[in-house]
């Protein structure tokens, strides 16, 4: 089973600061099967990035999407109010799927 | 646009069995382009798959929950169920159920979640 470690935890950032969110594999993963979710308190997830890099419909062009193999990551160029949030890896291989711990974006 | 929405119990007893169901708001269930899953969190905790399945009759249920997960789907109500056997307080989280789209390779569309319980 591959294991996503995301990092940091917590990410304390200002408004119109960048964001840079980390998920690293136990083990090679398709860039194909590499998404991001956003999650505000009290809400279901909300697919942002699917296939590594592609933004889902409507998901706005500040946020971007890069990586392979077993290092991926996550920009927000510059945090608008709504954008803190937790953030999760999740990634698909052999059957299985698994969710990164996440990483908590709040307000410095 | 599609909706899913989750339904059952809010509190079970440990060592009882959970049943939850899903219903989508179209017939999209017996799309091939779809597979149905269940996922959950515990209170202030990650998000951990429990299990997928798709019209073919094809399901993947995480290691973990292997042998306590059973899913099943009824296309003439257009739902997809949960049966989650000897249930614990370890068990207590949010649950939701979701829809992965094989184009996107992710999990597009999720209901609102519902807080099950396990307590006497």
């Known amino acids: 089973e591959i294991v996503l470690t995301q990092s940091p935890g917590t990410l304390s950032l200002s408004p119109g600061e960048r964001a840079t969110l980390s998920c690293r594999a136990s083990?090679?993963?398709?860039?194909?099967?590499l998404a991001w979710y956003q999650q505000k308190a009290g809400q279901a997830p909300r697919l942002l990035i699917y296939?590594?890099?592609s933004r889902a419909t409507g998901v706005p062009d500040r946020f971007s999407g890069s990586g392979s193999g077993t290092d991926f990551t996550l920009t927000i160029t510059r945090l608008e109010p709504e954008d803190f949030a937790v953030y999760y890896c999740?990634?698909?291989?052999?059957?299985?799927?698994?969710f990164g711990p996440g990483t908590k974006v709040d307000i410095k | 646009q599609l909706q899913l929405q989750e339904s059952g119990p809010g509190l079970v007893l440990p060592s009882e069995t959970l049943s939850l169901t899903c219903t989508v708001s179209?017939?999209?269930?017996?799309?091939?382009?779809?597979?149905w899953a269940w996922i959950r969190q515990p209170p202030g905790k990650g998000l951990e798959w429990i299990g997928s399945?798709?019209?073919?009759?094809?399901?993947y249920y995480n290691p973990s929950l292997n042998s306590r997960v059973i899913m099943s789907l009824d296309a003439s109500k257009n739902q997809f169920s949960l049966r989650l056997t000897s249930m614990t307080a370890a068990d207590t989280a949010v649950h939701y159920c979701?829809?992965?789209?094989?184009?996107?390779?992710?999990?597009?569309?999720w209901g609102r979640g519902t807080m099950v319980t396990v307590s006497s």
């Open positions: 399945l798709n019209y073919g009759g094809a399901t």
């Open positions: 979701a829809r992965y789209r094989w184009n996107d390779d992710a999990f597009d569309i």
């Open positions: 179209d017939d999209s269930i017996t799309s091939d382009n779809y597979y």
């Open positions: 296939g590594a890099s």
């Open positions: 083990q090679s993963v398709s860039s194909s099967y």
């Open positions: 999740q990634q698909y291989g052999n059957f299985i799927f698994t």
